[in-house]
């Protein structure tokens, strides 16, 4: 039951469609959820008893809740997910993903790691100035002083008036359909996504008016579908 679990950094999620693979999956959770604060672990594990369900640790109890209570039924891959605190902050995932350590042994390799490193630190020498080495293939050549030129400005282009379908960059190459399509769903008009499979990393994104189209830009421009792609929004051209 909900009531008997209380709130933290981890969800439970259920009912997730098994025929998708663990690695798209484990990518459009984070495209999914990164929305709602920083993600520190995703596990999702495709053996027989563990197939269908999926932990999101994220960084603070906060940010777990509001991923709870905003995507509870959200059709994810055509099933609607079912979420919930997991029954421990830690422990939950360290089972599924193979790492659960017992709480005891846990702490009797605590205390044997801190004994070994006391036991260094009276060891180690009092710490001196750094011996001097040579270079490993003699002196370093002095850098040589090249004229500096200023930059030639570059024209730029006038952005696009406001209309009905975005343009989206710096997708990363793994993204598709659904994994766009999951992000920009939740924004009331949406009607489709449009992916140039000749030119990867870009998409179109149709809503039906520019007032429904400026809503998502505003609340996804800049927003990291994984860590390093933070997805560039502006009006599409027409």
Excluded: H
């Excluded at 960059?169 to 499979?197: D, H, S, T, Y």
């Amino acid at each position: 039951m909900q009531a008997d679990t209380p709130p933290n950094q981890t969800i439970y999620i259920n009912n997730l469609n098994e025929k998708i693979k663990k690695e798209e999956l484990k990518k459009s959770l984070y495209a999914v959820f990164s929305q709602f604060g920083k993600i520190l672990d995703i596990v999702a594990c495709k053996t027989l008893k563990l197939r269908g369900q999926s932990w999101v640790v994220f960084d603070d109890v906060t940010a777990a809740t509001n991923a709870l209570r905003q995507m509870q039924g959200f059709p994810f891959y055509d099933k609607p997910m079912r979420i919930q605190y997991a029954k421990t902050k830690s422990d939950a995932v360290a089972k599924a993903d193979g790492t659960f350590v017992s709480r005891e042994k846990r702490k009797k390799n605590d205390e044997k790691a801190e004994r070994k490193r006391r036991e260094q630190a009276a060891e180690a020498p009092a710490a001196g100035p750094p011996p001097a080495y040579p270079p490993p293939y003699g002196a370093t050549p002095p850098a040589t002083t090249a004229p500096q030129f200023p930059p030639r400005p570059v024209a730029q282009e006038p952005p696009a008036p406001p209309n009905n379908i975005l343009f989206a960059q710096n997708l990363p190459r793994e993204a598709n359909n659904i994994m766009i399509e999951m992000l920009f769903q939740q924004f009331p008009g949406f009607k489709e996504v449009r992916m140039i499979e000749a030119k990867p990393g870009i998409a179109f994104i149709e809503f039906g008016d520019e007032m429904q189209a400026s809503v998502a830009l505003q609340a996804l421009n800049q927003f990291k579908i994984t860590p390093t792609n933070p997805m560039q929004l502006s009006y599409a051209k027409k």
